[in-house]
Structures are given as C-alpha cells and as structure tokens.
C-alpha cells in the first residue's frame, strides 16, 4: 500500500485508500447500460463520479444509491431509471 500511496499523493488524486471494499460489478453493470445509452461518451461521462464516489469519497460503488447518483452527475439516467433497471441492481 504504501507505494500505491507514495505515487497516488504525487499526483492530483486525493483518496483516503480507506474506503469499503465492496463489489464492483454493478458499477460495471451501469457502465455497460451507459454504453448502450450513449457509447463511449457517456461510458467518460459516467466514470468520473464513480471514481469520485470509490476513491475520494470512500462510498460503497455497490449500492444503488450511490450509482444512481453517478448517473444523475454524468446526466445519462434519472435515479429513478437506475433504480429500476434490473441490470444494475440485481445481485449477484
């Protein structure tokens, strides 16, 4: 960790690296749908905040809530969409 930490704190990325450790497969899920939204562009659009989220706000990036925040951020689905769409929200 701590060479992770000596590189990241050279560069302008803050984190805590203190964050849950959760699954990351419905941020993958919600990835793949903002590809099918919007193609790679929404797929940037939507990467930022879910990296926001994980890495600099130690937010769990398997709850919903949290990913239906990213999308509303990235302005490719309304929480409500996000919430519904079984391809996010199911676990695994």
Do not use: W
């Not at 919600?30 to 790679?40: D, H, R, S, V």
């Not at 939507?46 to 130690?58: M, N, V």
């Amino acid at each position: 960790m701590y060479l992770v930490t000596t590189h990241a704190n050279a560069l302008p990325f803050v984190s805590s690296f203190s964050g849950p450790v959760c699954l990351t497969t419905p941020a993958h899920r919600l990835m793949t749908k903002a590809y099918e939204i919007g193609g790679p562009s929404a797929q940037s659009a939507l990467i930022t905040p879910i990296f926001r989220a994980y890495y600099e706000d130690d937010l769990d990036i398997s709850d919903p809530e949290v990913l239906a925040d990213a999308a509303v951020q990235a302005t490719i689905m309304s929480k409500a969409e996000v919430s519904i769409s079984p391809a996010v929200c199911r676990r695994s």
